[in-house]
């Protein structure tokens, strides 16, 4: 099926399937949109979204967004450079997969238990990890305006650091989802609780 006839369908059926933006000499275009969810962002040349460019029925200002992925970059490699003080431990890559895994989980059989009591959902299934973590957005999403505020987070906050490991990664959950405006959108929600089939961006179902 050609690539402008997939992009109709999923705009049609306000599909999760992702078809991206691409530049005629096949590298990915700069802002990439999904018009199931109204939200753009920026990407690298590899297609690789830029943290924090997401925003909502609009286009990111991308060389705003490069540039400062660039800064940020140069300041975690200096403050990298020891200066004679032991660092807290932080979450890494291995720990943000572990984490995620776990926490996953936990919203799996959440969601499995409440289609075993109910009739509800008895349609989605349960093994399919997109389904549940957009569930589980919707479910904290208590005023239904497509983004998680922080009174909606808290109780889930608070649960986390209690029951999920590693300990860093509790800490720095929502901060880490919310990229830093303290709101998290759909997009972010996902792409922050990605496991590894999505981290492989198999959510880019076709490549340019």
Known sequence: ????????????????EYIPSCRRDGVYAGVQCHPGTKYCWCVTLNGIPITGSTVFNN????????????????????????????????CNHQDRTRFNTALLKTFRSEFSRIRLLTSLYQDLDPNNDVVVLTWKFDHLDRNKDSLLHKNETDNLKRLVKQQIPPRPCANSFVPFCAKGDKKITKLEWLDCLKVEEIQNRKLFFVNC
């Open 1 to 16: 099926m050609e690539r402008a006839e997939r992009q109709r369908l999923a705009q049609l059926t306000q599909s999760i």
């Open 59 to 90: 286009k990111p200002d991308c060389v705003k967004h490069r540039r400062g992925a660039k800064s940020v970059t140069i300041m975690r490699r200096s403050s990298s450079v020891g200066n004679g003080k032991k660092r807290r431990r932080t």
